[in-house]
């Protein structure tokens, strides 16, 4: 157990439904972030949040919302998703050290498939 | 682009051996980390290694990390079968405040 976790852990949704992923860090950390893992891509970073304030947007449509309520949670809320966007979301938390960024600490990932 | 890039693709050795991965990078570092994924789940933080730092061990695990060269490889001695998962390189480069990841590498351990 790395002190972060992610629900649920598999997700099947259709196109037109509205789901949230949600994620929980027990470390203490300030800064927060959401991955896409697709099979044969590099991790892709797609948000960052530190200090519950959104730092990193790459260029992830606006079908993927992001909301940090406090530092120790971190949702994705998701609405009209396309079938090329199943894949494994992963969490991460770190501390926030300024220029450098810390070890990260992931969560086990929610598995989506979108139909 | 891809800041790091791991090399080779996949690998696969009798157990007992020894393991070697080579990451590739373009642009300066503030630091350099690995991480091991086993399959479909979470990422596992293994070393991190900072620019002015040339080696660093942890258990069975040897970093060195060449910044004239932009490369860093990660040795596993004594391969388990439990070793068996995809290792991934990730870059902190100087300025971007995130880490960017590499393709990884898939280690197999024959039994």
Redesign the interface.
């Known amino acids: 157990e790395?002190g972060?976790t992610?629900t649920p852990r598999h997700l099947v949704m259709g196109m037109t439904n509205k789901k949230s992923l949600k994620c929980e860090q027990h470390l203490g950390h300030n800064a927060m972030y959401w991955y896409k893992q697709s099979a044969?891509?590099?991790?892709e970073?797609m948000f960052?949040y530190n200090f519950k304030e959104q730092?990193?947007n790459n260029s992830v449509p606006s079908r993927f919302s992001p909301e940090c309520p406090n530092s120790s949670h971190l949702f994705l809320h998701l609405h009209t998703l396309q079938p090329e966007d199943s894949a494994?979301y992963?969490c991460?938390s770190s501390q926030y050290r300024?220029?450098?960024?810390?070890?990260?600490?992931?969560?086990?990932?929610t598995?989506l498939t979108v139909l | 682009s891809q800041q790091g890039e791991e090399d080779p693709q996949a690998l696969s050795i009798q157990e007992g051996e020894n393991a070697t991965m080579n990451c590739s990078y373009k642009t300066s570092i503030n630091n350099l980390q690995w991480y091991r994924q086993n399959s479909g789940r979470g990422l596992v933080h293994l070393i991190l290694i900072r620019s002015n730092e040339r080696e660093k061990h942890s258990g069975r695990l040897r970093v060195t990390l060449d910044t004239s060269k932009k490369s860093s490889s990660l040795l596993i001695t004594a391969s388990r079968a439990a070793d068996t998962a995809s290792y991934f390189c990730a870059t902190d480069a100087t300025g971007a405040q995130k880490l960017v990841f590499g393709q990884g590498t898939r280690l197999t351990i024959n039994p």
Do not use: I, M, N, S
């Open positions: 790395t972060v992610q044969k891509k590099p991790l970073l960052v730092t990193e494994l992963l991460a300024g220029l450098e960024t810390d070890t990260q600490y992931f969560g086990p990932g598995r």
